[in-house]
């Protein structure tokens, strides 16, 4: 595996993608002096250049690219060199129009924005394979490249594609699936609604049908069609890692995207790098925000990963783009390393005078370096220098919330009981709790080892193959605490029904089965009361349960299922596992969840923190960092406890006698030595 790239930096890392080919030569020199003033050490460059380095099969343009990167190396700026592979150039789309992608209205996409390549296409996988070939050759021994950003947020714009050539290869992977026809026709369910297909021709990708299209064929082209864009990926890492072994790669992730299964893409990459975007106008923003670094952080268990992207300022594509306000830059950016991030870039580095991002912000914005954001880009680069302590600190957590892609995408298809469901907000939920009681946590797939773990929440796993079936199982035996929410266990890997229904494989764990599901008519509210006076309303949803050795813990107490169980709980191996069977109101499902972190121990990191004040540790071999963050527009006064009295102020914070006051937006790290 390749050094990862602060191993080389000894900083944290802290720049933004270049693009200078949208700049005059003179200005480059004017970049690099910024650059050393904002204590830039790292820049991602030519994401966007294919047409500027490549005019034509065999044409190539790599001298203002040299001369760029001699430039940066000169003044002592790294560079994560791009593949380039991400918007195809218009010379390639003339000449291959079977390049462009094609949706499932049967619509071929245009040239004219980017991304406009369908992922199943030898043409653009040959042309980005010469492309990637090229670059590695002539830039991997390059002194200021110390690693690699492999196309750009695949599937962003372009996530699947349903053209000829993708149905072909649809095939192909289909055919590497299931052994045989019959193999397909079984778990596809075409029995139903006369599909059963007699030879792999008659395969289609799910395009636009009079009907809901086959669930479990849909699934697959789910799965498919996040492995299309995965093989690119891999294609052009194949490249690399045979021409520069030593140099990291990467591609930025975009928080929990749902068309790709990002702890499989994580699993092909030296390290983890992601954009995020939150809305400065959504006072909620942190809080989303929070759960995608703690899976940036998860993806690979725990290891250190980079911001690739966030705006210094406002962005350009919302309907209606806030800027950030004073100290959310700054505030926003100690979030991504209080939760595991070993850096902080942004898009962009020089904002653009044309094209459509115009007025996206950049660190150097179109008034120049005399500005509110170049100010407070510069201050932040200075901080980021008194930081390097926790370049090799981590998170830890006790806590795990469950989830799974295959099961999220399953759970959202058409025809089900309820299209109230949405995985996220699910996940959210529970995250919100856990996050205002600074509870660390990991977001893991089921199959993954959870033997860390004292409690793990499953607020959805509609869809459970046997592997995590026979993994909670364990967990479960083992002394684990789990938590399953409702409509969970409902289907097999093909989006099959388990034989006798939900719960099936997880049955014996949970104690239970699911007689009927229930959805709540519209506006209805229903009552929860259960044991330690618990008292809860709920509504959307609700199921018929039938206790079969677990215990009733909470029941419903009006409404259609008035009596019925609510919440049960069963004593498994040595652990327990806890099934909702509503959707709570949010304090409800927090009186639950402290319940049961309290009875297993685990406790929040702060006494009677402010409810917008966020907190976590990175511990490292030798010292431990404490990060906290103001995420309201008052001031906030923390109260700390007695195993961080004495350790030393690395940044801001005023501090009384056992407490720390923190400005609007305010953040403090203190490091203590172990
Ligand atoms: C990202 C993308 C960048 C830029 C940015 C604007 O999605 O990777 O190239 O477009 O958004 O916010």
């Given at each position: 595996?390749?050094?990862?790239?602060?191993?080389?930096?000894?900083?944290?890392?802290?720049?933004?993608?270049y693009n200078p080919e949208?700049?005059?030569e003179?200005?480059w020199?004017?970049d690099v002096?910024?650059?050393?003033?904002?204590?830039?050490?790292?820049v991602?460059v030519g994401?966007?250049s294919?047409?500027?380095?490549?005019?034509?099969?065999?044409?190539?343009?790599?001298d203002w690219l040299d001369r760029v990167l001699d430039l940066l190396h000169?003044?002592?700026?790294?560079v994560?060199?791009?593949?380039?592979?991400?918007?195809?150039?218009?010379?390639?789309?003339?000449?291959?129009?079977?390049?462009?992608?094609?949706?499932?209205?049967?619509?071929?996409?245009?040239?004219?924005?980017?991304?406009?390549?369908?992922?199943?296409?030898?043409?653009?996988?040959?042309?980005?394979?010469?492309?990637?070939?090229?670059?590695?050759?002539?830039?991997?021994?390059?002194?200021a490249?110390?690693?690699?950003?492999?196309?750009?947020?695949?599937?962003?714009?372009?996530?699947?594609?349903?053209?000829?050539?993708?149905?072909?290869?649809?095939?192909?992977?289909?055919?590497?699936?299931?052994?045989?026809?019959?193999?397909?026709?079984?778990?596809?369910?075409?029995?139903?609604?006369?599909?059963?297909?007699?030879?792999?021709?008659?395969?289609?990708?799910?395009?636009?049908?009079?009907?809901?299209?086959?669930?479990?064929?849909?699934?697959?082209?789910?799965?498919?069609?996040?492995?299309?864009?995965?093989?690119?990926?891999?294609?052009?890492?194949?490249?690399?890692?045979?021409?520069?072994?030593?140099?990291?790669?990467?591609?930025?992730?975009?928080?929990?995207?749902?068309?790709?299964?990002?702890?499989?893409?994580?699993?092909?990459?030296?390290?983890?790098?992601?954009?995020?975007?939150?809305?400065?106008?959504?006072?909620?923003?942190?809080?989303?925000?929070?759960?995608?670094?703690?899976?940036?952080?998860?993806?690979?268990?725990?290891?250190?990963?980079?911001?690739?992207?966030?705006?210094?300022?406002?962005?350009?594509?919302?309907?209606?783009?806030?800027?950030?306000?004073?100290?959310?830059?700054?505030?926003?950016?100690?979030?991504?390393?209080?939760?595991?991030?070993?850096?902080?870039?942004?898009?962009?580095?020089?904002?653009?005078?044309?094209?459509?991002?115009?007025?996206?912000?950049?660190?150097?914005?179109?008034?120049?370096?005399?500005?509110?954001?170049?100010?407070?880009?510069?201050?932040?680069?200075?901080?980021?220098?008194?930081?390097?302590?926790?370049?090799?600190?981590?998170?830890?957590?006790?806590?795990?919330?469950?989830?799974?892609?295959?099961?999220?995408?399953?759970?959202?298809?058409?025809?089900?009981?309820?299209?109230?469901?949405?995985?996220?907000?699910?996940?959210?939920?529970?995250?919100?709790?856990?996050?205002?009681?600074?509870?660390?946590?990991?977001?893991?797939?089921?199959?993954?080892?959870?033997?860390?773990?004292?409690?793990?929440?499953?607020?959805?796993?509609?869809?459970?193959?046997?592997?995590?079936?026979?993994?909670?199982?364990?967990?479960?035996?083992?002394?684990?605490?789990?938590?399953?929410?409702?409509?969970?266990?409902?289907?097999?890997?093909?989006?099959?029904?388990?034989?006798?229904?939900?719960?099936?494989?997880?049955?014996?764990?949970?104690?239970?089965?699911?007689?009927?599901?229930?959805?709540?008519?519209?506006?209805?509210?229903?009552?929860?009361?259960?044991?330690?006076?618990?008292?809860?309303?709920?509504?959307?949803?609700?199921?018929?349960?039938?206790?079969?050795?677990?215990?009733?813990?909470?029941?419903?107490?009006?409404?259609?299922?008035?009596?019925?169980?609510?919440?049960?709980?069963?004593?498994?191996?040595?652990?327990?596992?806890?099934?909702?069977?509503?959707?709570?109101?949010?304090?409800?499902?927090?009186?639950?969840?402290?319940?049961?972190?309290?009875?297993?121990?685990?406790?929040?990191?702060?006494?009677?923190?402010?409810?917008?004040?966020?907190?976590?540790?990175?511990?490292?071999?030798?010292?431990?960092?404490?990060?906290?963050?103001?995420?309201?527009?008052?001031?906030?006064?923390?109260?700390?406890?007695?195993?961080?009295?004495?350790?030393?102020?690395?940044?801001?914070?005023?501090?009384?006698?056992?407490?720390?006051?923190?400005?609007?937006?305010?953040?403090?790290?203190?490091?203590?030595?172990?």
């Amino acid at each position: 595996m390749a050094n990862p790239v602060w191993n080389t930096l000894k900083d944290l890392a802290y720049g933004g993608d270049y693009n200078p080919e949208q700049w005059p030569e003179e200005t480059w020199h004017e970049d690099v002096a910024l650059m050393r003033e904002a204590g830039v050490n790292l820049v991602s460059v030519g994401i966007f250049s294919w047409a500027n380095l490549q005019y034509g099969p065999n044409e190539w343009h790599f001298d203002w690219l040299d001369r760029v990167l001699d430039l940066l190396h000169q003044h002592d700026i790294f560079v994560l060199l791009a593949t380039a592979t991400a918007s195809p150039p218009p010379w390639l789309t003339k000449l291959h129009p079977e390049i462009l992608p094609v949706t499932a209205e049967n619509i071929r996409l245009s040239p004219g924005g980017r991304q406009h390549y369908c992922p199943s296409s030898p043409y653009y996988r040959a042309a980005s394979k010469t492309l990637v070939e090229q670059l590695a050759k002539r830039y991997g021994n390059h002194p200021a490249v110390v690693g690699w950003h492999v196309g750009n947020e695949y599937g962003c714009h372009v996530p699947r594609c349903y053209c000829d050539e993708s149905a072909q290869d649809f095939r192909r992977w289909l055919k590497l699936r299931y052994r045989s026809l019959e193999e397909l026709n079984q778990a596809w369910s075409t029995a139903f609604w006369s599909q059963r297909y007699q030879d792999w021709d008659e395969i289609l990708p799910p395009r636009v049908a009079p009907t809901f299209v086959n669930p479990s064929q849909q699934l697959d082209f789910l799965r498919f069609s996040s492995d299309a864009l995965l093989e690119c990926f891999k294609r052009e890492v194949e490249v690399l890692r045979r021409i520069t072994p030593d140099k990291p790669v990467t591609t930025n992730f975009m928080g929990l995207f749902k068309p790709l299964d990002y702890f499989r893409w994580a699993a092909e990459e030296d390290f983890v790098s992601h954009d995020s975007y939150p809305d400065p106008a959504d006072a909620d923003s942190p809080v989303a925000a929070a759960l995608t670094f703690d899976f940036m952080r998860s993806a690979r268990h725990g290891q250190p990963w980079l911001l690739m992207e966030q705006a210094p300022s406002a962005v350009n594509w919302r309907p209606h783009n806030v800027p950030k306000a004073d100290g959310q830059y700054r505030l926003w950016s100690y979030q991504a390393i209080a939760r595991g991030a070993n850096g902080v870039m942004n898009f962009q580095w020089r904002a653009s005078r044309g094209g459509a991002e115009k007025f996206h912000s950049g660190m150097v914005p179109h008034a120049g370096k005399d500005t509110r954001i170049f100010r407070n880009v510069a201050q932040l680069g200075r901080e980021l220098k008194h930081l390097s302590d926790v370049l090799d600190s981590q998170l830890s957590a006790e806590v795990a919330l469950v989830m799974d892609w295959s099961s999220w995408w399953a759970l959202e298809l058409d025809s089900h009981p309820s299209s109230r469901l949405s995985l996220t907000d699910q996940l959210l939920r529970v995250y919100r709790i856990l996050w205002r009681k600074n509870i660390s946590v990991d977001i893991v797939e089921p199959s993954s080892d959870l033997s860390r773990y004292k409690v793990m929440v499953a607020p959805n796993l509609y869809l459970v193959s046997q592997p995590a079936a026979e993994n909670l199982a364990r967990y479960v035996e083992g002394g684990g605490e789990l938590v399953m929410g409702y409509f969970s266990s409902v289907v097999d890997e093909h989006d099959v029904v388990f034989p006798n229904g939900a719960p099936g494989p997880l049955a014996d764990i949970l104690g239970i089965r699911v007689e009927e599901f229930w959805p709540l008519a519209d506006g209805l509210t229903v009552d929860v009361h259960g044991m330690n006076g618990f008292r809860s309303t709920a509504d959307i949803w609700s199921e018929l349960i039938n206790l079969k050795g677990a215990e009733r813990w909470a029941a419903f107490a009006s409404g259609p299922l008035n009596g019925h169980p609510a919440i049960t709980r069963n004593l498994y191996g040595h652990g327990r596992a806890w099934y909702v069977a509503t959707h709570l109101h949010i304090d409800g499902l927090d009186t639950l969840l402290t319940h049961i972190l309290h009875t297993v121990g685990v406790n929040p990191l702060l006494i009677n923190a402010p409810e917008m004040v966020e907190a976590t540790v990175r511990r490292g071999p030798h010292s431990q960092h404490l990060f906290l963050l103001n995420h309201s527009a008052n001031e906030a006064h923390v109260q700390l406890d007695s195993t961080w009295r004495g350790s030393s102020k690395i940044v801001d914070g005023r501090i009384g006698d056992d407490s720390v006051y923190l400005s609007p937006f305010g953040v403090a790290v203190f490091s203590k030595t172990d």
